[in-house]
């Protein structure tokens, strides 16, 4: 028996390996006859925002619209936030707008027992509906948080798309979209 065992195993070997060299021959003759099909890896645009920050000063950047960059500015002291954007087209000024103090949205009152403000700002991609008279919210929404307190506000840049095609430059205060606290809870001494 253990004879006639060898014999079939030796045979199913065979067997296996006549199998897996046909396949291996099938497999190199048909990329030579067809080369194999690259990976299609579909093209994606990037975008990319940055944010920086120091004791005193905050710097971001975000999408306005359309290939448009805008640069937002905090200052932590007086709490004025900017967004300059330049027209590509003039290479000059092509868009201004601020919010004279964002203490003023996030409950922030200097001398109050309050400490100084913490400020955080990031921007963020957001595309809005189309509003009236062709402005049209700008692609990123600001996002301004006081650490100290957990409130923020976010707001709008109100872009008129029609103003950059004359090379019009613009000059509007931001709108302020909503405004809330991220901390649910009381912290004790405070």
Request: some cysteine; hydrophobic content about 45%; aromatic content about 8%.
């Amino acid at each position: 028996m253990a004879v006639r065992s060898r014999g079939a195993l030796a045979v199913g070997f065979a067997l296996g390996l006549l199998v897996g060299v046909g396949m291996l021959i099938g497999a190199w003759t048909t990329l030579a006859v067809r080369p194999a099909a690259m990976l299609a890896i579909p093209e994606t645009a990037l975008r990319a925002s940055a944010t920086d920050s120091g004791e005193m000063f905050a710097i971001a950047t975000g999408a306005i619209a359309d290939g448009v960059e805008g640069v937002f500015f905090l200052d932590f002291l007086t709490g004025s936030l900017e967004c300059w954007v330049i027209n590509g087209r003039t290479r000059q000024m092509g868009g201004h707008f601020f919010v004279p103090n964002v203490g003023d949205n996030l409950g922030v009152i200097p001398g109050q027992g309050q400490k100084n403000p913490r400020y955080l700002m990031v921007t963020g991609v957001a595309p809005m509906q189309r509003g009236s008279g062709g402005f049209q919210p700008a692609d990123s929404l600001v996002y301004v948080a006081d650490a100290n307190t957990g409130n923020f506000a976010i707001y709008a840049i109100p872009w008129n798309r029609q103003a950059t095609v004359t090379n019009r430059p613009q000059e509007l205060p931001m709108v302020v979209l909503l405004t809330g606290s991220a901390r649910n809870r009381e912290i004790r001494g405070q």
